[in-house]
């Protein structure tokens, strides 16, 4: 079989009037390069049923001379200007029934209000309802079930909520399964790696302009921007290209490079019997949280200390007063003491502290908005600190702090390993 030609639908009045942002149909483009297949559209359509109609039967007979997937997103929801299921029977000629699974958990959330399932208006009903006859794709976040209606020979359209949360979730857990079953995946062989701290323009200049007549032939790239990294992503038929590629990366960013950062840090201390503990100041917990995303990761974390003010410092990490005055709270001083005081208070074989400025206040010459110092005790004792000056807003200050933090864990590890 062919690889499908997919395309991505992106339904919603909020969307073609500007009101709202389509990042479902970037996400998901990203996800499936990743796994190793291309979309070759994107669509935007309004709220109204006829042009969704009309599209979608483009589409259907498009399928009768290849393999097509359509990934929709949006039209499930319980409001009137909801329309995909309506235009998806439409199309296909069939009636709707009501997932009783997704009707089971309506009425609960519903009894947990206090009311009835009398009490649940027809529209919201509706959320529940697929197509005769079809794939369905259960919805753990929301209540609107996915589903995969076919439209041709290996060709199919799937239709899921506009939510990103719900979406996300059920693209990744319900439909990639799916989608690894039926289509092929160009035989492509794939190789990613993570760079920290660069940006993706100075990646391509320096890496992928220079070695492109030499490197690059036969293999398509491509890069994803994140907070703190990037992740660059090489696919291509022939393995060999695809290392010589990997080889050059590492030899030219051997400092700044990784594999999965998150991945990495949660298997190995885990493995490794390894426990960790943090302290934070200007990202008010989002270390914590980053360490804590995976199940299991009650096995290595210990808990950690909120020092979002001076006192706090003082009290929990004990770190001097004289020291946070001379040095100020954002400092190497108070970074190296902050990890010292967790360690004292937990024993925790990694201990990481984060202080910094996240803004839009706070900064000054010496120390603009950004700056931020992050300490790392490790298991033979040795403290290190690090100090950089993130750019962005608050929120991309705080999320590069905590992912550079995972990553000098990672390194760390993966010394350990060595």
Same mark, same amino acid.
């Given at each position: ?44 359509? !309004?709220?109204?049923? *006829? ?15 290849? !393999? %097509? ?12 200007? *909801? ?57 753990? @976040? ?5 589903? @995969?209606?076919?439209? $041709? ?5 799937? +239709?899921?909520? $506009? @939510? ?13 399964? =799916? ?28 890496? %992928? =302009? ?12 491509? %890069? ?7 992740? +660059? ?44 503990? @943090?302290? =934070?100041? +200007? ?55 902050? %990890? ?10 990694? +201990?990481?502290?984060?202080? $910094?400025?996240? $803004? ?38 705080? =999320? ?19």
């Amino acid at each position: 079989m062919e690889a499908p030609f997919i395309v991505i639908i992106a339904s919603g009045s909020e969307i073609t009037a500007g009101r709202s942002l389509d990042t479902n149909s970037g996400w998901m483009a990203n996800e499936l390069f990743e796994l190793g297949w291309k979309v070759k559209k994107f669509i935007t359509l !309004p709220d109204d049923p *006829d042009l969704i109609l009309l599209e979608l039967q483009t589409l259907k007979r498009l399928a009768e001379t290849r !393999p %097509v997937l359509v990934l929709m997103t949006g039209g499930l929801g319980p409001t009137e200007d *909801d329309y995909t299921l309506e235009t998806v029977l439409k199309l296909s000629g069939k009636k709707s029934y009501s997932v009783e699974k997704a009707k089971i958990r309506l009425t609960r959330i519903y009894e947990s209000r206090g009311k009835q399932y009398s009490d649940i208006l027809p529209t919201v009903i509706r959320q529940t309802h697929v197509p005769e006859d079809t794939k369905t794709l259960d919805n753990s @976040v929301g209540i609107a079930v996915g589903f @995969v209606e076919p439209i $041709g020979v290996d060709s199919y359209l799937v +239709c899921m909520p $506009g @939510v990103p949360s719900e979406m996300k979730e059920m693209f990744t857990r319900r439909l990639v399964p =799916e989608l690894k079953r039926i289509y092929p995946r160009e035989n492509l062989v794939q190789k990613t790696k993570w760079l920290w701290n660069i940006g993706e323009s100075l990646y391509q200049k320096d890496f %992928v =302009e220079t070695h492109r007549d030499r490197l690059f032939q036969d293999v398509e790239w491509g %890069v994803t921007a994140n907070r703190g990294y990037i992740k +660059c992503i090489f696919q291509s038929t022939d393995s060999k290209k695809l290392e010589a590629i990997i080889s050059e990366l590492e030899t030219q960013y051997s400092k700044i490079i990784s594999d999965d950062v998150f991945s990495f840090v949660h298997e190995e201390l885990l493995s490794k019997n390894l426990t960790i503990a @943090v302290g =934070e100041s +200007c990202t008010g917990g989002l270390l914590g949280k980053k360490l804590t995303d995976s199940p299991g990761s009650s096995s290595y974390f210990i808990g950690g200390f909120l020092t979002y003010s001076n006192e706090m410092k003082e009290a929990l990490l004990s770190v001097p007063g004289e020291m946070i005055e001379s040095f100020g709270a954002v400092s190497k001083e108070v970074a190296s003491a902050m %990890v010292e005081g967790i360690y004292q208070k937990t024993n925790a074989r990694y +201990c990481i502290s984060i202080t $910094g400025i996240a $803004g839009p206040g706070g900064g000054s010459d010496e120390k603009p908005v950004g700056t931020v110092w992050i300490g790392l005790k490790t298991p033979d004792g040795s403290i290190e600190t690090h100090s950089y000056i993130f750019p962005g807003n608050r929120e991309s200050i705080r =999320e590069n702090a905590s992912n550079t933090a995972l990553f000098l864990l990672y390194q760390s590890l993966k010394q350990r390993k060595i």
